[in-house]
């Protein structure tokens, strides 16, 4: 049980290895839910759908290179920040941040977003024509309450479904899509208790905006820009 567990480990987010307990009674693994604060980052890529129109005829293949590299530069810069990826959802992505206090984590996902927005917050692809189109992201950050959970259907309903399917929601996920929408390219937005947390020593600064919901958003920019 202990060898499957850790083989579990490289594939899944530290959250997910969270929910892995020992069955003593199968002598297996089996999972349980794991609640926790969380600070938690959305980070979504706009001209996805127009790199897509341009490089149809090229194939699938040259648009997931194009994103796949793409990500592959988020994906570094998160992991410099110490962030936990959870999932990808289409162009999105979503990462955590669990650390000893809430202080911490907000301030570390504030930190890359920042880092994000400055090092891959364009992409320039030339496409088949010559032209060259960009992608950009826009990025929202809450902190609230995480559930996490692996779910294990009893017979996969085709031989290719996954045996266990990772479910995370919470009061935390409830805000983000309001306070990502807010978010026009190459901004990141963040949630009232985000900003509340990082102090006045932090190198952020932070501006109203309503979203479209009618919610109170703040914009974060660095107070070096």
Request: charged residues 20%; proline residues 4%; neutral net charge.
């Amino acid at each position: 049980a202990v060898k499957t567990a850790a083989a579990i480990a490289p594939f899944v987010s530290k959250l997910t290895y969270r929910c892995v307990v020992r069955d003593e009674l199968a002598s297996g693994v089996a999972f349980q839910p794991f609640d926790v604060d969380a600070a938690v980052m959305f980070v979504d890529i706009s001209g996805y759908s127009r790199m897509a129109a341009a490089l149809a005829p090229q194939g699938a293949h040259a648009l997931a290179e194009v994103v796949n590299a793409y990500f592959s530069l988020i994906l570094d810069t998160v992991a410099q920040h110490g962030g936990d990826i959870m999932k990808f959802a289409g162009d999105a992505v979503m990462i955590a941040w669990t650390l000893k206090t809430a202080a911490r984590s907000a301030e570390r996902a504030c930190r890359c977003a920042l880092a994000l927005q400055a090092s891959c917050g364009r992409h320039d692809v030339v496409v088949g024509s010559g032209d060259k189109l960009t992608l950009r992201m826009h990025i929202g950050i809450t902190f609230g309450l995480l559930k996490t959970s692996v779910l294990r259907p009893r017979q996969a309903a085709t031989p290719v479904m996954p045996r266990a399917f990772y479910n995370v929601g919470g009061p935390t996920l409830h805000e983000i899509g309001a306070v990502l929408d807010a978010a026009k390219p190459g901004e990141v937005c963040v949630s009232k208790r985000v900003a509340s947390l990082c102090d006045d020593a932090s190198p952020f600064v932070f501006s109203a905006r309503t979203a479209d919901d009618g919610s109170d958003i703040l914009l974060m920019e660095s107070r070096a820009m």
